[in-house]
T-cell receptor, first 109, second 113 residues
Framework: QKEVEQNSGPLSVPEGAIASLNCTYSDRGSQSFFWYRQYSGKSPELIMSIYSNGDKEDGRFTAQLNKASQYVSLLIRDSQPSDSATYLCAVKKDSTLTFGKGTMLLVSP | KAGVTQTPRYLIKTRGQQVTLSCSPISGHRSVSWYQQTPGQGLQFLFEYFSETQRNKGNFPGRFSGRQFSNSRSEMNVSTLELGDSALYLC????????????FGPGTRLTVL
């Protein structure tokens, strides 16, 4: 059974802080990993993809992958109120994408 | 480059009716996936089409079906609608391949009364 687990939150951080979002997955054959951001009433928006162990940075976002521990994380530096959204972790094997239920992030001014 | 488009954006149907939703992928993308999103279950995979063939299917009843046309546009159909089918239906497109990223359309909000 493919599963992707995320803490539902909400995760509350003050503006300017680092937000840390975590995700674990059960299928060791998973091949690629993604983070999506979803604002209320909107569709998911891809913000990061990562395929190999280690860190990948893009602006204020850093994705981290540890395949041995079956763990993916997303760090958001200098968090802004506009980052308040639900963050979805997604894991891909072959052509199928499996999503976690998301972590709600609240950034207070 | 235009994004994924979905029509209609909103639909209201009654139990027992059927509905067809349409998705146009990003130009050049040949893979189209469909998802159902509800507050309780989150995003659940319905099926994926590539080159007019269903390549993968999620755990949904046979009332849910789809197809893909030669221009990569896709439709999904739900027959004999139930109240529990009320959801946001999302389409996502990507290039071929395991590592390729999926990009979502705005979704179709279906309400079944």
């Amino acid at each position: 059974q493919k599963e992707v687990e995320q803490n539902s939150g909400p995760l509350s951080v003050p503006e300017g802080a680092i937000a840390s979002l975590n995700c674990t997955y059960s299928d060791r054959g998973s091949q690629s990993f993604f983070w999506y951001r979803q604002y209320s009433g909107k569709s998911p928006e891809l913000i990061m993809s990562i395929y190999s162990n280690g860190d990948k940075e893009d602006g204020r976002f850093t994705a981290q992958l540890n395949k041995a521990s079956q763990y993916v994380s997303l760090l958001i530096r200098d968090s802004q109120p506009s980052d308040s959204a639900t963050y979805l972790c997604a894991v891909k094997k072959d052509s199928t994408l499996t999503f976690g239920k998301g972590t709600m992030l609240l950034v207070s001014p | 480059k235009a994004g994924v488009t979905q029509t209609p954006r909103y639909l209201i149907k009654t139990r027992g009716q059927q509905v067809t939703l349409s998705c146009s992928p990003i130009s050049g993308h040949r893979s189209v996936s469909w998802y159902q999103q509800t507050p309780g279950q989150g995003l659940q995979f319905l099926f994926e089409y590539f080159s007019e063939t269903q390549r993968n299917k999620g755990n949904f009843p046979g009332r849910f079906s789809g197809r893909q046309f030669s221009n990569s546009r896709s439709e999904m159909n739900v027959s004999t609608l139930e109240l529990g089918d009320s959801a946001l239906y999302l389409c996502a497109s990507s290039w071929e391949g395991t590592y390729n990223e999926q990009f979502f359309g705005p979704g179709t909000r279906l309400t079944v009364l």
